[in-house]
């Protein structure tokens, strides 16, 4: 549902910033809403998709790869590995490290969130011809592009 015309301000209704946050929040109830029946959130997906793609991999990777500290990251890996979704080995020769993979169950949630993604990308989309949609994900990725170099990250 859009805002209201008098939801928002004026200058942020017509702000492509003030607008792709606004996306992103809604998307993400969205996506939560979703995958709460298997027990998931939007937050614990991401590691799990990762190694789903890439395979099994250690803790430092997954911190490289994700947009989170590694304290944030710890957090979310002891709560899949409660879940059963990962498990950790030690890697030999380096007691402080550890190799992360999905388990059967994890590789089935990863499969779960992924779905949950793509329909929640088919829902904000409707009506929107693929072309729309190839230009909407463009430009998106053109404005992150712009912000990032801004300030070089």
């Given at each position: 549902m859009a805002p209201r015309n008098d939801d928002i301000h004026p200058d942020a209704a017509v702000a492509p910033g003030y607008l792709a946050?606004?996306?992103a929040?809604?998307?993400n109830r969205l996506v939560d809403t979703l995958l709460k029946p298997e027990g998931l959130s939007?937050?614990?997906i991401g590691p799990i998709?990762?190694?789903r793609w890439k395979g099994p991999m250690p803790q430092r990777d997954l911190v490289r790869h994700a947009a989170v500290k590694q304290p944030a990251m710890v957090a979310t890996l002891d709560k899949l590995e409660?879940?059963?979704l990962i498990a950790r080995t030690p890697v030999p020769g380096d007691r402080r490290s550890a190799s992360i993979a999905l388990t059967e169950r994890g590789?089935?949630?990863?499969?779960a969130g992924r779905t949950a993604l793509l329909d929640g990308n088919a829902t904000g989309t409707q009506g929107f011809t693929e072309a729309e949609v190839a230009m909407l994900v463009t430009l998106l990725q053109r404005f992150i592009?712009?912000?990032?170099?801004s300030h070089g990250t």
């Open positions: 946050n606004h996306a929040r809604v998307f939007l937050g614990l998709l990762l190694l409660a879940l059963g590789a089935a949630m990863a499969d592009a712009n912000l990032e170099a």
